[in-house]
C-alpha cells in the first residue's frame, strides 16, 4: 500500500516540474524586457456658431403678505409669458425654471429679533430660442410687459453631437501625427496602438449678461444682443508600441 502511495506522489510530483518547465516561473516572466512605448495627448478646439439661444426671464413682486405676493406675480408672469409667446413664434419653447417666495425681514441691531416687513415672490422663466433674430424682441416685450430681470443670456447648439465627434477626430489625429514625429525622431516605427483615452469634449456656452432688465418703451431701440461663437474642445491620449525602424 505504501508503495503505491509513493509511487503516485512521484508521478504527481513530475507532473508539477514538467509544468512549470514548459510555463516558466513567475520571476522569469517578469524578466522579460518591457514593452517600448510612447504616450502623446493630442488636443483640438473647434469654433461653432451657435443656433440656439436660451433666455431667463425673471419676475419679481413684493407684498406685506405673502398670499398677495404670490397672486401678483401670477398675474405679471401671465402678462409676461403672453407679450413673449407672441415675439418668439411658433418655435419658441417655454418653461419655469425657478420660483420662490421668501421674506423680507428688518433688522434691528438694538431691538433683538428681526421683523418680517413683506414678502418677495420670484418666478423664472426659461425661453428657447432657434430663430435667434427674435432675442432682442422677445426681451423688450418681456420688460414691457412686466419682466424686472434678466437672469441670463446662454448660447447653445441644436446638434451637440456632430461638433463634439469634429473635436475628437481632430484631437486624435493630433494626437497621432506627434506620435509618429516623436518616433521618427528617436529612429523607431509604431508597431500597434496600445491604449487611447479620451476626454469629454466641452462645450463652453456663451453668456452674454446677467442683471436686472433695463426699462423698455415703445419707442426705445430694440435691445442688441451679439451670438459671437462657441469653443468645443477635445482631448486624446495615445499610448504606441514603438520598435527599431527597418534599416
Known amino acids: 500500500m505504501r508503495s503505491g502511495r509513493s509511487q503516485q506522489l512521484a508521478c504527481s510530483l513530475l507532473t508539477v516540474l514538467a509544468c512549470c518547465a514548459a510555463t516558466g516561473t513567475p520571476a522569469q516572466q517578469a524578466a522579460q524586457p518591457p514593452l517600448s512605448s510612447i504616450r502623446v495627448t493630442g488636443d483640438a478646439r473647434v469654433t461653432a456658431k451657435p443656433d440656439r439661444v436660451q ?46 417666495l421668501t421674506p423680507n425681514y428688518r433688522y434691528h441691531p438694538k431691538e433683538g429679533e428681526p421683523t418680517i416687513e413683506g414678502y418677495t415672490a420670484l418666478n423664472v422663466l426659461e425661453v428657447t430660442l432657434d430663430d435667434l433674430t427674435r432675442m432682442g424682441p422677445v426681451i423688450d416685450a418681456a420688460t414691457q410687459a412686466g419682466a424686472n430681470r434678466i437672469q441670463g443670456i446662454q448660447f447653445t447648439l441644436r446638434d451637440q453631437d456632430a461638433v463634439r465627434a469634429q473635436a475628437l477626430r481632430e484631437a486624435a489625429l493630433r494626437a497621432r501625427a506627434e506620435v ?15 491604449t487611447v483615452e479620451e476626454n469629454t469634449p466641452r462645450i463652453m456656452p456663451v453668456r452674454a449678461f446677467n442683471g436686472a432688465a433695463r426699462a423698455a418703451s415703445a419707442e426705445a431701440a430694440p435691445t442688441p444682443v451679439e451670438a459671437g461663437t462657441l469653443d468645443i474642445t477635445a482631448d486624446v491620449t ?10
Open 55 to 100: 433666455i431667463d426671464i425673471g419676475v419679481t413682486t413684493r407684498a406685506a403678505q405673502s398670499q398677495d405676493a404670490a397672486a401678483q406675480n401670477a398675474r405679471e408672469v401671465d402678462r409676461v409669458l403672453a407679450a413673449v409667446r407672441k415675439a418668439a413664434g411658433p418655435t419658441g419653447a417655454f418653461k419655469t425654471i425657478s420660483y420662490s
Open 238 to 247: 495615445l499610448s504606441v508600441e514603438v520598435g527599431a525602424a527597418a534599416r
Open 180 to 194: 509618429d514625429v516623436l518616433a521618427a525622431a528617436l529612429g523607431l516605427k509604431v508597431l500597434r496602438v496600445l
